[in-house]
């Protein structure tokens, strides 16, 4: 619920100033398994298809009063919890994530503000 509703909970504290000045700028943290459904993510994945399909609805009601929204799809970082998550993570997932690299928590952050607010791409 939490990768879900929190996201929403957020944009509402700022969304009503954001319309009022006319402009503004979401960003929004979705990741790599909210692209396609993958074997041990079954309570992962569908939570970040809903935050990237959210980003996308808003995206274009939003446009209108001068917001952009964009998300980012981050993979692997390299945290304490994804350290937890491979002791529990079944051996296809554990193959499919040998080919994805693992990437530190500061260059996901780098690329979020180089690439999703600087650049403003979705």
Do not use: W
Not at 14 to 20: A, E, T
Not at 43 to 63: D, H, I, N, Q
Not at 91 to 119: H, R, W, Y
């Amino acid at each position: 619920r939490v990768n879900y509703l929190g996201v929403v909970y957020s944009i509402q504290g700022v969304l009503d100033g954001m319309i009022r000045a006319k402009r503004g700028r979401i960003v929004l943290v979705s990741s790599m398994a909210g692209q396609t459904g993958m074997v041990g993510y079954g309570a992962y994945s569908p939570t970040k298809f809903a935050v990237r399909g959210l980003a996308e609805s808003l995206a274009m009601e939003l446009c209108p009063h001068g917001i952009g929204v964009s998300v980012c799809n981050p993979p692997n970082v390299d945290t304490p919890m994804y350290e937890q998550e491979m002791k529990m993570k079944p051996l296809p997932a554990k193959l499919c994530d040998e080919g994805a690299g693992l990437f530190s928590a500061e260059q996901i952050a780098t690329d979020i503000v180089n690439k999703g607010i600087k650049k403003y791409s979705f």
